[in-house]
Every structure is written in C-alpha cells, then in structure tokens.
C-alpha cells in the first residue's frame, strides 16, 4: 500500500495526464474535447472529494489545524471548479479562444496548488497520520462521488 503522499502526488499526474489529453484533443475541435473535459472534470472532482471528505477532514481532526493549509486548499477547490464549469460552457458556447483562456488559468493555478500539496501539505499530512496511512488511502480509494 502506498503512503497518503504517493496515492494523491500519483493521482495529481492522472489528472495532469487527463487534462493534457483534453487540451490536445481542443486544438483538434472543440466538440471533439467535450467528453475528454467532462473526464477531466469529474477525476479531478474526485480528487478533490478524497481530499476534502477524507484526506482534510483526518488531518484536522488530529491537528485541530482547520484555518492552515487545508483552508486554503479548499479556496483553491472553489476557483478551479468554477473554471472547469466555466470551461465546459465554452466548449458547448463552441467559444475555442473562451476555452483556451480559462484552461490555461486553469493549468496554472493546478501547478501552483499541486506544488503547494505535494511539498507541504502532503508531507504534513503524513507525518502527522502515517499510523493511518493504509486506512485512509483504502477509504479515498473506494470513495465514490456523489
């Protein structure tokens, strides 16, 4: 089983990997990157999920630290799901230049963020919760998205 750190920095590169085939497949058409972006958008909704109903949830509990890391993360969860939803109205707009725009925020922003849980966040989560590593990463595993 893999640490908490690994699970989620592995997930970041899945999610990366979806976005980069969405975006190749917009150069090609807009209508051809629709259901890539709405795989995108649902795995990164996921993501965010595991973190927020379980990952933060764990790490606040046991530190009592709600207003840290964990409360900019989830600002951060807000901007990028509006961009994603702004993202896929572009595409259904058929707005290419719309699109593009927002998804280069959006990359940028996902690097800054990404960078920030993986260097610091996601160390700290598991240092302070490594005794429950393999419970935690089972349950993000098995979660479903409602």
Known sequence: MS??????????????????TMEEKATKSLESAKEACQE????TE?????????MFLEFETKTGMTQGPTAMMRHEHV?????????????????????????????????QHNMKEEQ???????QHLSADSDRIV??????IVE
Request: glycine share 4%; with cysteine.
């Open 3 to 20: 640490t908490i750190k690994e699970y989620m920095t592995q997930d970041h590169g899945r999610c990366d990997e979806l976005f980069a």
């Open 46 to 54: 996921r993501h965010f999920q595991m973190e927020e109903r379980i």
């Open 79 to 111: 901007q990028m799901r509006s961009l994603m939803k702004q993202m896929l109205e572009a595409i259904d707009a058929g707005n290419k230049d719309k699109f593009f725009g927002l998804s280069e925020t959006l990359m940028i922003l996902i690097q």
């Open 138 to 143: 089972s349950m993000m595993e098995s979660m």
């Open 120 to 126: 610091m966040l996601y160390t700290m989560v598991q």
């Open 40 to 43: 995108f958008v649902s795995e």
